[in-house]
Protein backbone atom coordinates (compact mmCIF):
# COMPACT_ATOMS: atom_id res chain seq x y z
CA UNK A 1 0.00 0.00 0.00
CA UNK A 2 1.64 3.48 -0.85
CA UNK A 3 0.18 6.11 1.23
CA UNK A 4 0.33 9.64 -0.08
CA UNK A 5 2.84 12.06 2.72
CA UNK A 6 0.99 14.00 5.32
CA UNK A 7 0.38 18.27 3.32
CA UNK A 8 3.07 19.76 4.73
CA UNK A 9 1.27 22.66 6.61
CA UNK A 10 3.02 26.24 5.13
CA UNK A 11 5.36 28.40 7.76
CA UNK A 12 3.54 30.97 9.76
CA UNK A 13 3.82 33.81 11.67
CA UNK A 14 1.25 35.09 13.56
CA UNK A 15 2.05 39.27 15.05
CA UNK A 16 -0.59 40.89 16.95
CA UNK A 17 -3.68 40.89 14.38
CA UNK A 18 -2.14 40.16 11.51
CA UNK A 19 -0.93 36.70 10.09
CA UNK A 20 1.47 36.03 7.61
CA UNK A 21 1.50 32.68 6.02
CA UNK A 22 4.27 31.41 3.16
CA UNK A 23 3.07 29.57 0.35
CA UNK A 24 4.94 28.19 -2.44
CA UNK A 25 6.28 31.99 -4.67
CA UNK A 26 3.46 34.34 -2.21
CA UNK A 27 3.62 35.50 1.42
CA UNK A 28 -0.28 35.57 2.48
CA UNK A 29 -0.78 38.21 5.01
CA UNK A 30 -4.52 38.12 6.97
CA UNK A 31 -5.71 40.64 9.08
CA UNK A 32 -7.97 40.08 12.19
CA UNK A 33 -8.48 43.57 13.41
CA UNK A 34 -8.16 46.43 11.41
CA UNK A 35 -8.03 48.65 14.16
CA UNK A 36 -4.70 46.84 14.36
CA UNK A 37 -1.49 48.59 15.85
CA UNK A 38 2.01 48.70 13.19
CA UNK A 39 3.73 44.91 13.35
CA UNK A 40 7.46 44.50 13.12
CA UNK A 41 8.82 41.05 11.38
CA UNK A 42 12.38 40.78 12.58
CA UNK A 43 15.05 39.15 10.32
CA UNK A 44 14.55 35.69 12.48
CA UNK A 45 10.51 36.10 11.38
CA UNK A 46 11.53 36.25 7.63
CA UNK A 47 13.88 33.38 8.51
CA UNK A 48 11.00 31.40 9.72
CA UNK A 49 8.91 32.41 6.53
CA UNK A 50 11.73 30.78 4.22
CA UNK A 51 12.88 34.65 3.17
CA UNK A 52 15.89 36.21 3.07
CA UNK A 53 16.90 39.97 1.92
CA UNK A 54 18.30 40.58 -1.30
CA UNK A 55 19.92 43.44 -0.46
CA UNK A 56 22.17 45.13 2.50
CA UNK A 57 19.66 46.12 5.10
CA UNK A 58 21.74 48.52 6.92
CA UNK A 59 21.66 51.09 4.04
CA UNK A 60 17.72 51.52 4.62
CA UNK A 61 16.14 53.32 7.52
CA UNK A 62 15.85 51.56 11.32
CA UNK A 63 12.63 50.03 12.27
CA UNK A 64 10.50 52.39 14.45
CA UNK A 65 7.83 49.41 15.44
CA UNK A 66 10.01 47.27 16.84
CA UNK A 67 11.44 49.56 20.25
CA UNK A 68 7.98 50.16 20.48
CA UNK A 69 6.66 47.01 20.26
CA UNK A 70 9.01 45.83 23.05
CA UNK A 71 8.21 48.85 25.00
CA UNK A 72 4.29 47.27 25.07
CA UNK A 73 5.84 43.75 25.69
CA UNK A 74 7.73 45.45 28.77
CA UNK A 75 4.72 47.94 30.27
CA UNK A 76 6.46 50.81 28.75
CA UNK A 77 4.42 51.73 26.42
CA UNK A 78 3.70 55.25 27.62
CA UNK A 79 7.75 55.63 26.80
CA UNK A 80 7.04 55.69 23.54
CA UNK A 81 4.00 57.25 21.08
CA UNK A 82 2.60 54.94 18.27
CA UNK A 83 4.72 54.86 15.49
CA UNK A 84 3.57 56.65 12.22
CA UNK A 85 4.61 56.49 9.12
CA UNK A 86 6.05 59.74 7.74
CA UNK A 87 5.74 61.03 4.02
CA UNK A 88 9.57 60.02 3.15
CA UNK A 89 8.91 56.57 4.97
CA UNK A 90 5.00 56.35 3.50
CA UNK A 91 6.42 56.86 -0.30
CA UNK A 92 9.15 53.83 0.26
CA UNK A 93 6.39 51.52 1.67
CA UNK A 94 4.39 49.15 -0.26
CA UNK A 95 1.12 49.71 -0.72
CA UNK A 96 -1.26 46.62 -1.27
CA UNK A 97 -4.92 45.94 0.24
CA UNK A 98 -4.81 48.76 3.12
CA UNK A 99 -1.53 47.53 4.16
CA UNK A 100 1.89 49.81 4.10
CA UNK A 101 5.17 47.38 4.50
CA UNK A 102 7.85 49.05 4.63
CA UNK A 103 11.62 47.64 4.49
CA UNK A 104 13.83 48.47 7.19
CA UNK A 105 17.30 47.58 8.26
CA UNK A 106 16.06 45.05 10.79
CA UNK A 107 13.12 43.47 8.23
CA UNK A 108 9.82 44.84 7.41
CA UNK A 109 7.30 47.09 9.68
CA UNK A 110 3.94 46.68 8.67
CA UNK A 111 1.21 48.97 9.08
CA UNK A 112 -2.67 48.98 8.52
CA UNK A 113 -3.74 52.27 6.90
CA UNK A 114 -7.37 51.29 6.09
CA UNK A 115 -10.32 50.41 7.56
CA UNK A 116 -10.42 48.48 4.66
CA UNK A 117 -7.47 46.50 4.85
CA UNK A 118 -8.26 43.26 3.34
CA UNK A 119 -6.19 39.96 3.00
CA UNK A 120 -3.59 40.32 0.40
CA UNK A 121 -0.97 38.32 -1.09
CA UNK A 122 2.59 39.07 -2.14
CA UNK A 123 4.00 37.65 -4.87
CA UNK A 124 7.64 37.88 -6.69
CA UNK A 125 7.57 41.25 -7.54
CA UNK A 126 6.38 42.37 -4.74
CA UNK A 127 9.09 40.81 -2.53
CA UNK A 128 11.24 42.01 -4.77
CA UNK A 129 10.06 45.59 -4.11
CA UNK A 130 10.44 45.12 -0.20
CA UNK A 131 14.02 43.63 -1.24
CA UNK A 132 12.75 39.86 0.13
CA UNK A 133 12.99 36.65 -1.95
CA UNK A 134 12.18 33.13 -1.04
CA UNK A 135 15.35 31.06 0.44
CA UNK A 136 14.70 27.76 -2.12
CA UNK A 137 13.93 30.34 -5.01
Not at 43 to 56: F, K, M, P, W
Not at 58 to 84: C, F, I, K, M, Y
Not at 102 to 126: F, I, M, N, Q, T
Request: glycine share 8%; with cysteine.
Amino acid sequence: MTGHPPPVEPPVVRKGELEFCATPLELEVHVWDYHADPVHLSSEDLDVLGLIATEQRPLLGTSLVAPWRRALREGRARDLPLPQLSDEANARALHLGGLALLPVAEGVDVYVVSYHASPVRLGVDHLTRLGLRYRDA
